[in-house]
């Protein structure tokens, strides 16, 4: 499985992006999806995840009700809305897929087989 993450910029605070991840190789609608982030100096962190069908998400404290993540499992794709940015949400943002047959997100980065390559998403102040 190949992820492609893109969608990432600079836009200033109380802006929006829409980040995508697009996954080559094989379809991945039995697999829980997560995107994460990372921050410079700090650890690679959980930002929300969804289930295979999309029916479920989950948020770190801090984006939720500011971030949306959806997916098109037809289009082999999974989708973070931002809303709202803030400063702090000034990251580098990976995609990551779980093991085929894992139908759950995970807030775990060792449960997650396949990463994107990531893309910086910068917000000013």
């Known amino acids: 499985v190949q992820l492609q993450a893109s969608g990432g910029g600079l836009v200033q605070a109380g802006g929006s992006l829409r980040l995508s991840c697009a996954a080559s190789?094989?379809?991945?609608?039995?697999?829980?999806m997560g995107w994460f982030r990372q921050a410079p100096g700090k650890e690679r962190e959980f930002v929300g995840g969804i289930m295979w069908n999309g029916v479920n998400t989950y948020y770190a404290d801090s984006v939720e009700g500011r971030f949306t993540i959806s997916r098109d499992n037809a289009k082999n794709m999974v989708y973070l809305q931002m809303n709202s940015l803030r400063p702090e949400d000034t990251a580098v943002y990976y995609c990551a897929v779980r093991e085929d047959g894992t139908y759950y997100y995970s807030r775990r980065r060792e449960d997650y087989n396949y990463w994107g390559q990531g893309t910086l998403v910068t917000v000013s102040s």
């Open positions: 190789g094989r379809t991945l609608s039995r697999n829980g």
